[in-house]
């Protein structure tokens, strides 16, 4: 058994202490192109599994305890939460018990109504329904006795082949009993709409969005409901959202190709910094996939993906997904700018000319992934205002010169423009986050500011006198003329290069607690380049492992991921019926 192997297997206490202590007194010992390969090893990456490989289960370890779970290669949160709901309330129906479903407080989970009468009988039901497929069942919110709960939780885990991320209660089905009081009906916790209604309020159907922001905006799925219910409160963000990549594959020969013959007519770029053309900022590593992967899985309510790119395409993109469109430099920047470009800051001026995009977008870097269930609100008030989140880094507050990065003189420029446009002095660099946009507040920059973006459009590398437009410039514009406010996100920023990065990678998919997460390659002339590939190859895939549908093997794997029978054996057994049901925190 190898050293990996072992520390696989060690309780994570264990692991982190190890690393911390040789992180702190044998590294920097090492010379620096071998700490990234001795830091890689000592803290591996992905879950120690449970159970055999090849079979339809898969044992699960969560702080709960452990769940059996169906394997799914090609599953999506939202799809397991709809299987949940559906599989509940298709049982109420077949035994006559009346329900109606409510908004719950919890973005990833559904609520269902039943009256508190009906308690019993549908404890019963649902401890019978769970021996189907290894499902689970929960107490949410106890009562005042212990057998009967006020609110319970039932799923049916699904995860991986590889076991390295699990879909179950936190996209529960969520049974409440609401009690029956003076010709009223009054929910046991609190939900975004009514926690108390007529007893003959109304009956309708609904659609999916109704009931909350994390749905396919166009599901148009009915659910019984009551018309209460249906309200639209000032909070529900109701207007498109769409996003926008940019992508290159440095490793191209056409591309590379294009690219020395613009190094040969820009002479300048060599003067200017090593970070105006170096290789890094053309590397690709697989982060696209793994980044719409993140999409799909946590932002359901994107309407359309815009993968911007220089005639390329990668060869695992399903370019026919009905919500992908790829687009070509060509087609935004026309008779402007100056192409091939290899200047990203020159590409992200022409983002707002992509036909057919929405008012509203994300524009995204494909290093930048999402890393847990987010809604709209998170990027955008109702009322139509982007977020925007500042950074601790400060921008330098020394005159632009000659030895500054072309991101530095780029923050420095549109300070200029602030100070000069506004009277406001720009401090703050932006977190490497997805970054919330607008047409119309882009399209109102390019005009007053006509000169500094012609010219950014027009430089094919990163330039001294370049601005950096959507990553910087349009925040402060907008919040200084009302159409923007401060967000708060949680993510995390990591340079591939450091030593430290396998111990926040792996902290990470522990606890997969960040919004959003950047993997970041500072120059890849390194000597540690293999061991960057290495751990980004080990890392990605355990975090997001399912397939997404912008990926053509989507198409294969979703032929063998249909629930099958369960075969209980001595580590599946079923939950018995009659199980007590304990309290959950």
Known sequence: MTLRQVLRMAPWPVRRRIFETVEARVLPRVAPERRLRIARTLMPLGPARI???????????????????????????????????????????????????????????????????????????????????????????PG???????????C???TDPGASLLLGHDLACEVEF?????????????????????????VTTAPEPVFGPF?????????????????????????????????????????????????????????????????????????LRYSLRALHCFAPWVRRVFLVTDDQVPSWLDRAHPRLTVVGHREIFGDTGRLPTFNSQAIESRLHRIPGLAEHFLYLNDDVILGRPVTPDLFFTPGGLTKFFASAARVDTAPRGPADRPADSAAKNNRRLIQETFGRM???????TPHPS?????????????????????????????????????????????????????????????PATPLRLARLLRGRNVDAFCLNDVDVHSAAVADQEALVAEFLPAYLPFTSPYELQHRNVRTIAAPRKPNPGRDDRPVPPDVALPPVA
């Open 215 to 287: 749905s396919a905006p166009d599901d148009a799925t009915p659910y019984r409901t009551r018309r209460v219910f249906t309200t639209v409160d000032p909070d529900r963000i109701e207007f498109p959202v769409d996003v926008v990549y940019t992508w290159v594959d440095g490793s191209d020969p056409d591309w590379q190709r294009r690219k020395a013959r613009a190094m040969a007519e820009n002479s300048w770029v060599g003067d200017v910094s090593g970070q105006a053309a170096n290789d890094s900022r053309y590397v690709s590593r697989d982060e």
């Open 178 to 202: 609401w009690r029956e009081q003076g010709g009223r009906l009054v929910s046991p916790r609190r939900n975004p709409v009514a926690d108390t209604i007529a007893a003959d309020e109304p």
């Open 51 to 141: 159970g055999r490989a090849g079979t339809a289960t898969r044992r699960v370890r969560t702080p709960a305890g452990v769940l059996t779970a169906r394997i799914d290669p090609a599953a999506a949160p939202v799809e397991v939460r709809r299987l949940n709901l559906d599989r509940v309330v298709r049982a109420l129906d077949e035994a006559g018990v009346d329900w109606f479903r409510v908004p719950s407080r919890a973005a990833t989970r559904t609520a269902v109504a039943v009256r508190e009468s009906a308690r019993a009988d549908v404890l019963r039901l649902l401890r019978d329904l769970i021996t189907e497929d290894h499902g689970s069942l929960r107490v949410i919110r």
């Open 438 to 498: 607008r047409r119309g507040v882009i399209a109102e920059i390019e005009e007053r500011f006509a000169e500094q973006v012609t010219a950014t459009a027009g430089h094919q590398f990163r330039h001294p006198d370049d601005i950096s437009l959507l990553s910087s410039l349009q925040q402060y514009y907008a919040y200084l003329t009302g159409k923007a406010a401060p967000g708060r996100i949680r993510y995390l920023y990591t340079d591939l290069a450091s």
């Open 144 to 154: 005042r006795r212990r057998r009967d709960p006020d609110v319970v939780g039932v």
């Open 156 to 158: 049916w885990p699904v």
């Open 426 to 432: 720009l401090t703050r660099k932006m977190m490497h």
